[in-house]
């Protein structure tokens, strides 16, 4: 049982285009929604998170965007470089498990100069 | 500098033979994590820590046991490992409070079982 789906396994970009990941949750009350990507050999990292009290939050090249009513997490990239090659994934958060992750399955980002 | 400190990074170990992972951190969270992660899914988590207060994923198998003997340190031991426990294993911290606060990774120890 899934709550987390991340459908697409991997995306092919060229450098300086947009790169758009997308994330699907099945539960409504998921609270906090975030971004991690990885990189081979290493932990995830955090990248961007959004509150389900927001559609949008924006960090530099990297926006999220929410969309309650549809269940659906995206991560938009832009402009895209080759050092955002890595493993993305969306993790969602709630509120009262005591900052229990629940994460998507991951998405290959390769950025091609 | 790192923070979250794994060690080893690859550990091989024989189908049955009792295994010992070890995560450090400098951070000083009272929150640390172990996650499993097998190959293209995503990380699952086994249990955490909050202070000396342990908590059990429901579905985390018997096998899989925790020890946390200080703040700063957060042992993974496998009792006997099967062919199906051969994962990534992540530790991760965090800082405890705010119930959105980052957590943070290690690098990941890779145990392969033979």
């Known amino acids: 049982d899934q709550q987390v789906k991340q459908n697409s396994p991997s995306l092919s970009v060229q450098e300086g285009r947009i790169s758009i990941l997308n994330c699907d949750y099945t539960?409504?009350?998921?609270?906090?929604f975030l971004w991690y990507k990885k990189y081979p050999a290493e932990g995830p990292t955090f990248l961007i998170s959004i509150s389900s009290i927001k559609d949008k939050n924006e960090d530099g090249r990297f926006t999220v965007f929410l969309n309650k009513s549809a269940k659906h997490l995206s991560l938009h990239i832009v402009p895209s470089q080759p050092g955002d090659s890595a493993v993305y994934f969306c993790?969602?958060?709630?509120?009262?498990?005591?900052?229990?992750?629940?994460f998507g399955g991951g998405t290959r980002l390769m950025v091609k100069p | 500098d790192a923070m979250v400190i794994q060690n080893p990074r690859y550990q091989v170990t024989q189908f049955g033979k009792p295994v010992t992972l070890s995560c450090s951190q400098t951070l000083n969270h009272n929150v640390m994590y172990w996650y499993q992660q097998k190959s293209s899914q995503a990380p699952k988590l086994l249990f955490h820590?909050?202070?000396?207060?342990?908590?059990n994923e429901a579905d985390t198998p018997d096998n899989f046991q925790s020890r946390r003997p200080n703040t700063s340190f957060c042992f993974l031991d496998i009792r006997s490992p099967g062919l199906g426990d051969a994962a990534m294993y992540l530790c991760a911290t965090r800082r405890g409070g705010g119930v959105t606060d980052t957590q943070y990774f290690g690098p990941g120890t890779r145990l392969t079982v033979l």
């Open positions: 539960n409504s009350m998921f609270d906090y």
């Open positions: 993790a969602v958060l709630k509120g009262n498990a005591g900052n229990m992750l629940t």
């Open positions: 820590y909050y202070d000396k207060d342990f908590n």
